[in-house]
Structure formats: structure tokens, C-alpha cells
């Protein structure tokens, strides 16, 4: 297939290049030669190069940014997306799309389906929501998947920034009232390469499986690269940051294993591969 990749510099763009560039012929954007917020540029681009799918990992990912710098992340998070939709309706190609547990508001008990109920508490949350709406407004062909907690090679995540504090801190405090699961992107990237393989449209949730707070991540990181590092539990009203989070954002990935694909590995495992890989 001819995919057009935009976002390609980014930590699951890098990945998803990794997966696809033997099999595929790619198409790599970045904001400097697609910047998904022209719409007459966005459309021009799709037409001209009239993809069989595009997958979109271009995002204004900063979450505390987000709240000082709403009118950017509207225009990249939705209108972005937007474009892209008005794009793909042109040649009736399909989008893959990228979005996040914080679409939802973090009040549940049990792991987060497709169809719950969305209520993102965040500007971050929002803009994202709203390239969702306008995904299901214009698109019929299109994966919406929402992942969380993301880390990998090419990118700032919450496991290098641990493992940067362990190299002059001997205790650090991490937030235990916050609830998700670490995805590692090479694992995310290999689900969208069997995806996009389908015509199974719709809204999907795709994560490593398993779930833990950021203070027993914090620890389980410490464990598997034998720093000695206390970890003290702090609530997030205590660690104060711009950007209110959700405390519990488990996503159940259910459309995807009734669609009869394999759940993503513990993520215990993909981290313990991470930690050695960059170690
Ligand atoms: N990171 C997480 O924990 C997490 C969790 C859940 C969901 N997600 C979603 O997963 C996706 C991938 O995230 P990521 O962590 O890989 O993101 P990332 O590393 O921040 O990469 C995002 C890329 O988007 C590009 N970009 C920003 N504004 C753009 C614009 N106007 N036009 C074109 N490209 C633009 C950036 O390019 P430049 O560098 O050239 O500006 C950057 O390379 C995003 O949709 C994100 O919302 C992330």
C-alpha cells in the first residue's frame, strides 16, 4: 500500500516507520512539509499524492502546554484533523487516526470501553475530542485509536525522565492517584500495521496490557534497571501541574480483541525490553 505518514518525526511516527517501510511504500510528513493546520495545503498534498491510507501521528502532544497555548492545540488536535478527514473524503481513503485515554474524564471503576461516555477534563483532552468529531462527522472509513501513556526510542516519556532523575537522585516523588497503561510505540505501531491490513472501521482502544499507577511504574522502571531510587507516593493535587489529569484511565481494548486480534503484551514485559534497549 501507499501510506502517507504525517507527524513522522515524532516518537510513534519513528516507529511506525520502523514497521512499515519494508512492506509499504511511505510518504513521511513533518510540520516543516505538511503542516496539518493549512487545510488547502493538507487537501492539495492528499490529492496529489492520492494515498491507499493515511495514518495521522502528528498531534500538539504537550499536555500542560496545552492549557497556555489553547488556540494552537485546537488548531492542530482538531482542525488538524479535520483537514486530513476533508482530505481523505476527496479520494475515499481511509484515516488512521491517534488519540488518547484523555478523551475520557477518568471517573470509572472498571477499564474504559469504545462507547463509554467521553468527557475529557483537559484542553489537551478536548482538542483531541475534537478531531475525533470531526473524523466521525465527515469519515466512514477510519480507525480511531486511542492509546495512552506513551513511550519509546524517538521521544521525551515517563520512563527516560525516571531514568535521567536516577542518575542524581536517590529518592523522587511520583503521583500514585493516577491510574493507566504504559504503551510501549513499537507495540502500538505493530497493532496498526495489522489493522490498516482490515477494513474493521471504527473507534478503537489499543494498549499494552495490564495497568498501574505512575508511582508503581516509577518503581517497576527502578526494579528492572537496578537503580537503588526510593520512590515516595505523592497524590496529584500535590505534585501541582497546569493540566488536570484523569485518576483512572484504563482502556479496555475491547473492538479489538472481539475483532479476534491477540491483546498487546503485559506491560511489564515491553518495558523490561525498553529499559534494556536504552540502558
Ligand atoms: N505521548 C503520549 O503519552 C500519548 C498518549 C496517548 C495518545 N497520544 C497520541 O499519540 C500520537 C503520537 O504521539 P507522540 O507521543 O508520538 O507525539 P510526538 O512525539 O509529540 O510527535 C508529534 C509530532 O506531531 C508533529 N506536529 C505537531 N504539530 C504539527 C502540525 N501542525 N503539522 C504537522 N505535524 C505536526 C510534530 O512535528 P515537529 O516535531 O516537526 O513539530 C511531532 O513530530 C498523538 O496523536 C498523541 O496525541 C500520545
Known amino acids: 500500500m501507499k501510506i502517507l505518514i504525517t507527524g513522522s518525526n515524532g516518537m510513534l511516527g519513528h516507529d511506525l516507520i ?3 517501510k519494508d512492506k509499504h511504500e511511505l510518504i513521511l510528513t513533518t510540520s516543516k512539509t505538511l503542516d496539518i493546520t493549512d487545510k488547502d495545503g493538507v487537501i492539495d498534498f492528499i490529492c496529489k499524492n492520492n494515498p491507499d491510507i493515511v495514518i495521522n501521528s502528528a498531534a500538539y502532544t504537550n499536555v500542560d502546554g496545552c492549557e497556555e497555548n489553547q488556540e494552537l492545540a485546537y488548531n492542530v488536535n482538531g482542525e488538524g484533523v479535520k483537514n486530513l478527514a476533508l482530505g481523505c473524503s476527496k479520494i475515499d481513503c481511509p484515516l488512521v487516526h491517534v488519540s488518547t485515554d484523555y478523551v475520557f474524564n477518568g471517573e470509572n471503576t472498571r477499564p474504559w470501553v469504545e462507547d463509554d461516555e467521553i468527557g475529557p477534563i483537559s484542553v489537551y483532552g478536548k482538542s483531541k475530542l475534537k478531531g475525533e468529531e470531526a473524523i466521525l462527522e465527515i469519515l466512514e472509513k477510519f480507525f ?15 520512563p527516560k525522565t525516571m531514568l535521567e532523575l536516577a542518575k542524581n537522585h536517590s529518592e523522587i516523588t511520583v503521583v500514585y492517584d493516577e491510574v493507566g497503561t504504559p504503551t510501549y510505540t513499537p507495540d502500538l505501531a505493530c497493532a496498526i500495521s495489522k489493522l490498516i491490513e482490515t477494513d474493521y472501521y471504527g473507534i478503537y482502544h489499543i494498549t499494552n496490557s495490564g495497568s498501574c499507577s505512575w508511582c508503581e511504574f516509577a518503581r517497576y522502571i527502578f526494579e528492572v534497571a537496578d537503580e537503588d531510587v526510593k520512590v515516595i507516593p505523592v497524590t496529584a493535587s500535590e505534585f501541582a501541574r497546569p493540566a488536570p489529569r484523569p485518576h483512572y484511565s484504563v482502556l479496555e481494548n475491547k473492538r479489538w480483541t472481539d475483532n479476534g486480534f491477540k491483546p498487546l503484551r503485559h506491560y511489564k514485559e515491553a518495558i523490561k525490553e525498553y529499559v534494556e534497549l536504552i540502558k
Do not use: K, P, S
Open 144 to 158: 480511531i485509536i486511542r492509546t495512552a501513556w506513551l513511550y519509546g526510542i524517538n521521544g521525551g516519556n515517563f
Open 18 to 20: 520502523e514497521v512499515l
